[in-house]
């Protein structure tokens, strides 16, 4: 629409010149105003706007997540009108690209306002949100105001979570070591007294050492010795066949099977200081990771099982080695697979020889996923909301605005805005 602005008021500004006609001298100025203003008003609206991006704690594939922009004007006057948010998002190491947008119907003058708006992710990996854009059409949309921020982060999508049946506890290995085999933590069921530590989410207020606290001016609870409940290493064979070419495959699909069942044990398992879990991955590259009680641990793991790349030769030998020299061998084994155990043997000669200490304990059991063995410990329903974490409360908003406002600022925090919903539908490379 502002190009015809623009030839309207040349041809106005030609015609009265060469004609002298002064109504079209008069409708070019007014033509040319118009434009004038357009272009200082908007542009200024966006000048005057600083923005900033809170992306979630944690975000699983195919679950809906919740991005926040906190948009300041920093104007003393000028309100700013019909902004838009757009955020470019990429996937780290391929080529999916998409832009997510919401919006803000006005910003009062020296005030914040927090958009929002809920993506779906549908691939685990690593992605790139930025650079950023503020833009506007207001007040006459002849055309658009933009400012770039190039203000990028990266964020983890961990691999979607199943659903478990009721009995998947029982199929698991039981413990090894006997009653020889302990974990340390505090709790309402304690055991015999071990140590202090610091304090960590969900201990109880009564396991609160009082004179330690008053010492080191921070919270430190008892610590108990409890016997404890699993201890058993997961191993994910990441195995591709060579041949395969699209992500739509048997072997591609049992693959993140293999991964996604993984991370579902791993979420269930690790956030009780009970347990005690030892991830090993074999893909393009071997690792293992050792994950206790603690949020930390799980996200490790997690963020290693989301990076994880198949490969037709994985390293399944160096992966169990890793895992052994951790914690030594007295772990239970659990092999999660896109094969059969008969056909990683055949492929690694030494396989055979490396599971033999676990499979002479009967501490040893191998998982495929290409087949029906996956029926007896995944339903069809869908996975329990509760692992998946909880969006920002509202309190949770108000530290968000708090934490990047600057000591001296006091701003009025406007409702939240409702924003358009982005679905974002990426394949993993």
């Known amino acids: 629409m502002g190009s015809h602005f623009v030839f309207v008021g040349t041809f106005a500004m030609?015609?009265?010149?060469?004609?002298?006609?002064?109504?079209?001298?008069?409708?070019?100025?007014?033509?040319?105003?118009?434009?004038?203003?357009?272009?200082?008003?908007?542009?200024?609206?966006?000048?005057?706007?600083?923005?900033?991006?809170?992306?979630?704690?944690?975000?699983?594939?195919?679950?809906?997540?919740?991005?926040?922009?906190?948009?300041?004007?920093h104007s003393r006057f000028m309100p700013a009108w019909m902004i838009r948010v757009s955020d470019e998002i990429s996937h780290v190491g391929g080529t999916d690209t998409t832009t997510a947008t919401c919006a803000v119907g006005v910003i009062s003058a020296s005030t914040t306002t927090l958009p929002h708006y809920d993506a779906t992710i549908t691939a685990r990996g690593l992605y790139t949100f930025g650079p950023m854009s503020i833009s506007t059409t207001f007040p006459f949309s002849l055309f658009h105001s933009r400012q770039v921020v190039s203000f990028e982060q990266q964020f983890c999508v961990f691999p979607?979570?199943?659903?478990?049946?009721?009995?998947?506890?029982?199929?698991?290995?039981?413990?090894?070591?006997?009653?020889?085999?302990?974990?340390?933590?505090?709790?309402?069921?304690?055991?015999?007294?071990?140590?202090?530590?610091?304090?960590?989410?969900?201990?109880?207020?009564?396991?609160?050492?009082?004179?330690?606290?008053?010492?080191?001016?921070?919270?430190?609870?008892?610590?108990?010795?409890?016997?404890?409940?699993?201890?058993?290493?997961?191993?994910?064979?990441?195995?591709?066949?060579?041949?395969?070419?699209?992500?739509?495959?048997?072997?591609?699909?049992?693959?993140?099977?293999?991964?996604?069942?993984?991370?579902?044990?791993?979420?269930?398992?690790?956030?009780?200081?009970?347990?005690?879990?030892?991830?090993?991955?074999?893909?393009?590259?071997?690792?293992?990771?050792?994950?206790?009680?603690?949020?930390?641990?799980?996200?490790?793991?997690?963020?290693?099982?989301?990076?994880?790349?198949?490969?037709?030769?994985?390293?399944?030998?160096?992966?169990?080695?890793?895992?052994?020299?951790?914690?030594?061998?007295?772990?239970?084994?659990?092999?999660?697979?896109?094969?059969?155990?008969?056909?990683?043997?055949?492929?690694?000669s030494n396989l055979q020889e490396i599971i033999a200490p676990w499979v002479r304990r009967g501490s040893f059991r191998w998982i495929d996923t290409s087949d029906k063995d996956l029926n007896r410990w995944v339903s069809t329903e869908k996975p329990n909301a509760s692992l998946y974490g909880h969006m920002p409360t509202a309190a949770e908003v108000h530290r968000f605005d708090g934490e990047l406002s600057s000591p001296n600022a006091a701003p009025t925090i406007a409702p939240t805005t409702n924003s358009t919903a982005s679905s974002i539908a990426s394949s993993k490379s």
């Open 160 to 348: 979607a979570l199943l659903s478990l049946k009721g009995s998947w506890q029982r199929q698991l290995i039981s413990r090894s070591g006997g009653t020889t085999t302990t974990a340390k933590r505090s709790g309402q069921s304690e055991g015999e007294f071990f140590g202090l530590r610091e304090w960590q989410t969900g201990d109880s207020p009564k396991w609160i050492h009082w004179r330690t606290t008053a010492r080191l001016d921070q919270p430190a609870v008892r610590q108990f010795e409890q016997q404890r409940r699993f201890d058993m290493c997961i191993l994910v064979d990441a195995y591709q066949q060579r041949k395969v070419k699209h992500q739509t495959s048997p072997n591609s699909v049992a693959v993140e099977r293999a991964i996604s069942l993984a991370a579902t044990l791993l979420v269930r398992l690790v956030g009780s200081p009970s347990n005690r879990m030892i991830l090993a991955v074999a893909g393009t590259e071997a690792s293992a990771i050792v994950g206790g009680g603690s949020n930390m641990g799980k996200r490790r793991m997690l963020e290693t099982l989301s990076c994880l790349s198949s490969s037709p030769t994985p390293e399944l030998c160096k992966a169990i080695e890793l895992a052994s020299d951790l914690v030594g061998k007295a772990q239970d084994l659990i092999v999660i697979s896109p094969r059969s155990l008969k056909e990683a043997t055949e492929s690694n």
């Open 14 to 73: 030609l015609g009265g010149a060469l004609r002298g006609f002064n109504l079209l001298l008069i409708l070019a100025g007014i033509v040319a105003g118009t434009l004038i203003m357009h272009w200082r008003w908007s542009r200024r609206s966006v000048e005057s706007i600083s923005i900033r991006r809170r992306l979630p704690s944690e975000a699983f594939a195919g679950v809906p997540f919740r991005v926040r922009y906190r948009l300041r004007n």
